[in-house]
Antibody, heavy 118, light 107 residues
Framework: QVQLQQSGAELAKPGSSVKISCKAS????????ISWIKQTTGQGLEYIGY????????NYNEKFKGKATLTVDKSSSTAFMQLSSLTPDDSAVYYC???????????WGPGTMVTVSS | DIQMTQSPSSMSASLGDTVTITCLASQDIGNYLSWYQQKPGKSPKLMIYGATNLEDGVPSRFSGSRSGSDYSLTINSLGYDDEGIYHC?????????FGAGTKLELK
């Protein structure tokens, strides 16, 4: 069955960076894009961007350009998101999600909580 | 960017009720609209895609509809398992956008 496993919670200091992973299983990894979504205050969802898992090509929501960097390791079926120059506003739960052939998100990872605090 | 205005932000209903959640798109998105259910501490789960198509395994008590730029999620015969936050999502145009979410509680 399709599964997306994400790395554990992160506690980071302002100005630092974190790198979150999303390991896929149960399907052909390179046949589907992986997207990343931010959730703050347990309710609102914000789209960060996607990575073409076959080519490594990326597309970012303008708001997250310079903040998020998406990469992929096809050999381990893992997608990564690095968040840089962290501020308290980056504290959130970050989800990876598989983008279906129809562009909606059919499977989601369990989320990774990032807390930015001095 | 396309904006999705979701209402209500929260609601309370009784067991067995029928409830409707609505999203209004700021411009035409065709049927490129999906709905997700999110339980506390869990990730969102796909319920409806293409505005009206039920995802496999989702109870038929859930349905999606469209009237112009208004999209609705209706839940019939409400049960305690239906509590959670519901999100709409447009994927017609990049970047994809979500509504602000509707928190559904049972009385």
């Amino acid at each position: 069955q399709v599964q997306l496993q994400q790395s554990g919670a992160e506690l980071a200091k302002p100005g630092s960076s974190v790198k979150i992973s999303c390991k896929a299983s149960g399907y052909t990894f390179t046949s589907y894009y992986i997207s990343w979504i931010k959730q703050t205050t347990g309710q609102g969802l914000e789209y960060i961007g996607y990575i073409n898992t076959g080519s490594g090509g990326t597309n970012y929501n303008e708001k997250f350009k310079g903040k998020a960097t998406l990469t992929v390791d096809k050999s381990s079926s893992t997608a990564f998101m690095q968040l840089s120059s962290l501020t308290p506003d980056d504290s959130a739960v970050y989800y990876c999600a598989r983008e279906s052939q129809g562009w909606y998100f059919d499977f989601w990872g369990p989320g990774t909580m990032v807390t930015v605090s001095s | 960017d396309i904006q999705m205005t979701q209402s209500p932000s929260s609601m309370s209903a009784s067991l067995g009720d029928t409830v409707t959640i609505t999203c209004l798109a700021s411009q035409d998105i065709g049927n490129y609209l999906s709905w997700y259910q999110q339980k506390p501490g869990k990730s969102p789960k796909l319920m409806i895609y293409g505005a009206t198509n039920l995802e496999d395994g989702v109870p038929s008590r859930f349905s999606g509809s469209r009237s112009g730029s208004d999209y609705s999620l209706t839940i019939n015969s409400l049960g305690y398992d239906d509590e959670g936050i519901y999100h709409c999502h447009q994927y017609y145009e990049y970047p994809p956008a979500f509504g602000a979410g509707t928190k559904l509680e049972l009385k």
